[in-house]
């Protein structure tokens, strides 16, 4: 170890080994991936998202969301995310296909919020009304819809104006106290309506060939199977 | 007591001197300790250590590579065919669910959604020998296409069906899968209760036909009735 | 300690070296560069502290600042990372690597204005890119949030200081290369390759799908182990030795885990992304990498714990050891939370919690930040000709560092556990989780103010010997003998 040449090869080499088994490993095998076609929907999927949630994208990472939000869904059987008893993120485990129309992946680390990969889809008590709506009073004051939600409120996303005129479509329908002045109203500003776009348009409910590439446990040791995960 | 930085100074110089600790090491790089207590069983535990670290990460390597497959995500899976293909079969209600979406965007167009055709034209499919009948020849109908006068329920229909198999000339170069699952689905639609058509079948019958660039007509058609 | 006392009196203090004023002069020409990088490490400390208690504040009090678009979560937790990782670490680094080599290397600086306009360079990037966090230019990739307009900077910055390293590296007069060396050229190369690869696949030209966030899970799985945890063994490594006048324990080994560490420590990365969308054997081999960080964690404890065995009321009366035996301890538990971390049935548990944010904290904070304290404690006096301005501030600053990462990285991991079996439990309410780490993240508010205040005693410390050494009475050696009595109260 006193000869540096053997150091300096001896780390390039060690580096170059990773990345090339790490990184060009799966660039070559999968970075090239397809999107699959459907030849009975006549569609590629994953399929192209509109220009308003591509937008709504950019907001969600100028406002980094990915700190507190992870948009993956881990298979059943591994953590809560699916499966039987579970939070129910998502019908199946997320694949790398289901990010392949998009220019940066967020997977994300944290949850401190609930993951958001299957937005629209997802079934919860709460979210009788799911809709765009529910989506802005949320955004606005997440209190409102959730009383016990600890989100902060993007209430900068939106706008508090006089109303000129016929009232906007777009106004908060807000009771009470939580209201604006009375002649003002509370408009989403343009990227909240991208973002709620975006949020939108997240649900990965396509079944790829893939999506069936899963342990399927033998009856008696599904139980072992889900005492190993507590 | 932390001032002891303070109260020694800075230019205490009773601190090991650098030359010192390179000569030292450089030494004691190629230089195992003295024979001592605890000296041979050092290395033998190590060893062992090391040894053992890289027999059981090869083994867990071994038996979670799931073949290097991009396509699979969960290491326990097993694949059931080495093809390494791994594409889940549909279940029949899949298939029949499949055929009529495919029958729903296309067929529809000539044999209408009740699979009753139109007069003199297209041939109904409700209730015909030919789709209940003879798998041969309805894949056949159904590959290359169909031309002329045809005889269908004791009505003549004079209209032209489109080759839709992988055929040369067809213009829809359908899947072998998805000719299956149409034709699944209008063997047990409307009442019709023939038995469900294959994939390999249809890709059977493509091969023993591939030379065929043309529609079929009735006359030629009849060996397969 | 019997066993190494015969080759104890092999190393010699160094009031016999050889040539005993050489150290004055590598020290002396080290000078204005380590005291542009370690001054401006230590603003970016403070900024990191403050931007710290903010971000920590906003987690269990949401309302806290929410009228502002700058200062929302999503932005001022990226930007704390940052200034604390970039501003921080690694001005901090390349000060006490160019010591490290310099001294080791026993080659005097042939110039700084290299490492100066190196060192502008860096801090100009970091201040654009955590400006362009604040404005909402991130990249949204952990660590490595700053927008592309500013990483070029750093590239740059790091090839005029780097070469510089190596410069002191070869043009110095030692013929040995010692542990500490080793480290420090695996960092070295490891930064440029692993920050630009980065850059290049991840911001200035994306590949496609979650072939992203295996080159993300690489790269800062990298980052940590192998470079903030090589620039810190170089410290380590480097300093049992020379205070406690005693050759590392077990020495012959430690090229064996150096080598261990570098081979398959760059491929634990996977290990992060388990159970995600990425090839199940990226995942497989992450976690047997991970495995495999065993054997080093074994050497390395053989060698350092094997050194500061018997000799711990040293470890008691000298700060700089103190702050390094704290990393020590620290490193050995960051290595066995990413080997447990690794195994599926744990990992299930932790991801995605707190528990994740704990083992950071434990790796920057307590392992790397302290082990560099540590030698600060040591450089500074010796680079500057003076002692340390204030003795109290130097006790504040251990034990609130030391208490701040215990209060931080135990509520955090605790709260973390809590949380990740919770969230495991698919009939608790997803607020309910969230209402059960409260307490916790409470606690790691405590935690950042506890260590906001030690950092701000350190760098009033710094700042108050730095303007004590710009005067000129205390510039030469006698003047600084005369002054040493009132230096000491």
Same mark, same amino acid.
Request: one cysteine or more; aromatic letters at 12%; a neutral charge.
């Given at each position: ?21 790490l ?6 095998t ?31 990472q ?6 507190c939000?992870?948009?993956q ?12 008893k ?8 997320s ?21 958001l ?67 003002h109203e ?7 309506e ?5 949020l ?24 072992e ?6 | ?15 090991a ?23 041979k ?5 190590l060893?062992?250590?090391?040894s ?10 071994v038996?979670h590579r ?29 298939i029949?669910?499949?055929?009529k979406?495919?029958?729903t ?11 009753q ?13 030919w ?20 005889d269908?329920g ?10 839709f198999?992988?055929?040369?000339g ?6 072998d899968?998805?000719v ?20 390999d ?16 007509t ?8 | ?5 015969? +080759? ?10 050889k ?31 403050? +931007?710290g ?9 949401p ?29 901090a680094?390349?000060a ?18 290299v490492l ?18 604040? *404005? ?32 002191v ?7 040995q ?17 692993i ?5 290049v ?6 590949v ?17 182990? +192998?470079w903030?945890?090589s620039i ?34 760059s ?15 990226v ?13 080093? +964690? ?6 350092h ?10 470890v ?5 050891l ?42 920057l ?17 010796r ?75 350190f760098? *009033? ?29």
């Amino acid at each position: 170890m006193n000869r540096a040449p053997l150091i300096f090869l001896g780390v390039f080499f060690a580096f170059a080994f990773s990345f090339v088994g790490l990184v060009l490993t799966n660039q070559i095998t999968y970075g090239g991936l397809s999107t699959h076609v459907d030849e009975g929907e006549g569609k590629a999927f994953p399929m192209q998202p509109s220009g308003l949630a591509a937008q709504g994208k950019r907001v969600y990472q100028d406002l980094g969301c990915v700190t507190c939000h992870t948009q993956q869904v881990r298979r059943a059987g591994f953590g809560s995310d699916m499966g039987e008893k579970s939070r129910a993120w998502g019908e199946r485990q997320s694949v790398a296909r289901d990010y392949l129309r998009e220019e940066r992946v967020l997977l994300g680390s944290m949850r401190i919020g609930p993951d958001l990969r299957n937005l629209t889809t997802r079934k919860n008590p709460d979210w009788d009304d799911f809709s765009a709506d529910w989506l802005y009073r949320y955004l606005y004051d997440p209190k409102l819809v959730m009383t016990d939600s600890r989100m902060p409120r993007y209430a900068f996303l939106f706008e508090t104006r006089p109303i000129v005129g016929e009232p906007s479509p777009k106004a908060l329908k807000l009771s009470g106290s939580h209201g604006p002045e009375a002649g003002h109203e509370i408009v989403p500003t343009d990227r909240a309506e991208a973002l709620v776009g975006y949020l939108l348009s997240l649900k990965d409910t396509y079944a790829y060939p893939e999506t069936n590439n899963v342990y399927t446990p033998p009856a008696p040791e599904a139980g072992e199977q889900k005492e190993a995960g507590q | 007591m932390s001032a002891d930085q303070n109260n020694h100074f800075f230019y205490d110089q009773s601190d090991a001197s650098d030359e010192s600790i390179q000569a030292v090491h450089s030494q004691l790089l190629h230089q195992k300790p003295e024979p001592r207590e605890g000296y041979k069983a050092m290395p033998l535990f190590l060893l062992g250590l090391v040894s053992s670290m890289i027999f059981v990460t090869s083994i867990y390597v071994v038996q979670h590579r799931v073949g290097f497959s991009p396509m699979v995500y969960d290491e326990r899976f097993e694949p059931k065919d080495t093809a390494g293909g791994a594409v889940a079969e549909l279940t029949p209600e899949q298939i029949v669910a499949a055929g009529k979406k495919h029958y729903t965007s296309t067929c529809v167009a000539c044999h209408q959604a009740n699979g009753q055709g139109v007069a003199g034209v297209y041939p109904p499919l409700a209730g015909s020998d030919w789709v209940t009948g003879n798998e041969e020849r309805v894949i056949r109908v159904l590959l290359h296409g169909l031309t002329g006068p045809i005889d269908v329920g004791g009505t003549t229909y004079n209209g032209a069906m489109p080759a839709f198999g992988k055929v040369t000339g067809g213009g829809y170069n359908w899947s072998d899968e998805k000719v299956a699952q149409v034709l699944t689905y209008i063997r047990g639609e409307w009442g019709n209760q023939a038995a469900p058509i294959t994939k390999d079948k249809v890709t059977e019958v493509l091969n023993a036909e591939k030379d065929r660039g043309k529609p079929w007509t009735q006359g030629e058609l009849d060996p397969f009735k | 300690m019997a066993t190494d006392s015969s +080759l104890t009196s092999e190393l010699t203090p160094e009031r016999s070296a050889k040539h005993p004023e050489e150290v004055s002069i590598i020290d002396a020409s080290l000078r204005t560069p380590l005291v542009v990088l370690i001054g401006s490490a230590l603003v970016w400390l403070l900024i990191a502290s403050v +931007l710290g208690v903010v971000s920590a504040w906003k987690l269990h009090t949401p309302a806290f600042l929410d009228a502002c678009e700058f200062v929302t979560y999503g932005r001022v937790q990226p930007a704390q990372t940052n200034a604390f990782i970039f501003g921080w670490g690694f001005n901090a680094a390349f000060a006490v690597s160019l010591w490290l080599m310099a001294r080791l290397s026993r080659g005097a600086l042939p110039g700084s204005g290299v490492l100066l306009l190196g060192a502008v360079f860096w801090n100009l990037g970091v201040t654009l890119g955590i400006g362009g966090i604040i *404005l909402g230019f991130s990249t949204s990739l952990e660590w490595l949030e700053m927008p592309g307009f500013a990483t070029p900077l750093l590239l740059v910055a790091y090839a005029l200081i780097g070469s510089w390293s190596l410069v002191v590296f070869r043009a110095g007069r030692s013929h040995q290369i010692y542990a500490s060396q080793w480290y420090l050229i695996a960092a070295l190369f490891c930064f440029p390759w692993i920050y630009s690869v980065a850059q290049v696949m991840l911001v200035f030209s994306p590949v496609r799908g979650t072939v992203q966030s295996i080159i993300h899970a690489w790269f800062s799985s990298n980052l940590f182990l +192998l470079w903030f945890a090589s620039i810190g063994l170089a410290i380590i490594y480097y300093f049992l030795p020379k205070l406690l006048v005693k050759p590392v324990s077990n020495y012959y080994l430690a090229s064996l885990s150096f080598w261990w560490l570098v081979i398959f420590g760059s491929w634990a990365g996977g290990a992060r992304l388990l159970g995600g969308p990425v090839p199940a054997w990226v995942q497989t081999v992450g976690t047997a990498a991970s495995f495999m960080l065993v054997v080093p +964690l074994v050497i390395l404890g053989m060698n350092h714990y094997g050194t500061l065995a018997g000799r711990w009321s040293v470890v008691k009366e000298n700060l700089s050891l103190r702050f390094i035996a704290f990393g020590i301890v620290a490193l050995s538990l960051v290595l066995v939370a990413w080997v447990v971390g690794a195994i599926h049935g744990v990992a299930q548990i932790i991801q995605f919690t707190h528990v994740t944010t704990a083992q950071i904290q434990l790796g920057l904070y307590g392992f790397f930040s302290m082990v560099v304290f540590g030698a600060l404690y040591y450089i500074v006096p010796r680079m500057l000709d003076t002692a340390w301005a204030n003795a109290p501030l130097t006790t504040v600053h251990f034990w609130a560092s030391a208490l701040g990462v215990v209060v931080l990285v135990g509520s955090l991991a605790i709260g973390g556990v809590e949380q990740g079996l919770r969230l495991a439990d698919g009939s608790i309410a997803f607020a309910a989780v969230t209402k059960a780490t409260l307490p916790y993240l409470f606690a790691a508010t405590i935690g950042f103010v506890i260590l906001a205040i030690g950092q701000l005693a350190f760098v *009033l410390n710094f700042f108050w010997t730095l303007s004590r050494a710009s005067a000129p009475a205390v510039r030469t050696m006698k003047g600084l003998l005369a002054a040493q009595p009132e230096a000491a109260r």
